[in-house]
């Protein structure tokens, strides 16, 4: 499977959707995934909005947990890549990142410091 590196300039907005979630590899089984290291799989998904109102959602797969991830927060996503699969007559786009992180806070308009 080869990967897509995506350059996250040019996606606009991210913001979380969902909270980081462990990742299941399989829906009956509820065993959650792992890497080779054994560390855990989680998925966030990640509203994108580039232009205007459209907005897409999509899912990131990262290894270990995201901290301070939460619904709502604006993120940076590191390391983005995207890969195509196909099983059976299903086929799609899945993502992968090397982190997610919470934004840095902006500092509040009309403050210069000093007094």
């Not at 966030?44 to 909005?49: C, E, I, L, T």
Request: proline share 6%.
């Amino acid at each position: 499977m080869q990967s897509i590196p995506v350059d996250t300039t040019r996606l606009g907005v991210l913001r979380c959707a969902v909270a980081p979630e462990p990742k299941m590899s399989g829906f009956e089984t509820k065993e959650v995934k792992k890497d080779r290291d054994g560390n855990t799989i989680y998925t966030v998904a990640v509203m994108v909005r580039q232009d205007g109102r459209r907005v897409s959602v999509i899912e990131i797969s990262v290894t270990g947990e995201p901290k301070g991830v939460v619904e709502g927060a604006e993120v940076r996503v590191t390391g983005l890549e995207a890969f195509s699969w196909a099983m059976g007559d299903r086929h799609g786009i899945s993502f992968r990142a090397a982190a997610i992180t919470p934004a840095p806070a902006a500092a509040p308009a009309g403050k210069t410091g000093g007094a």
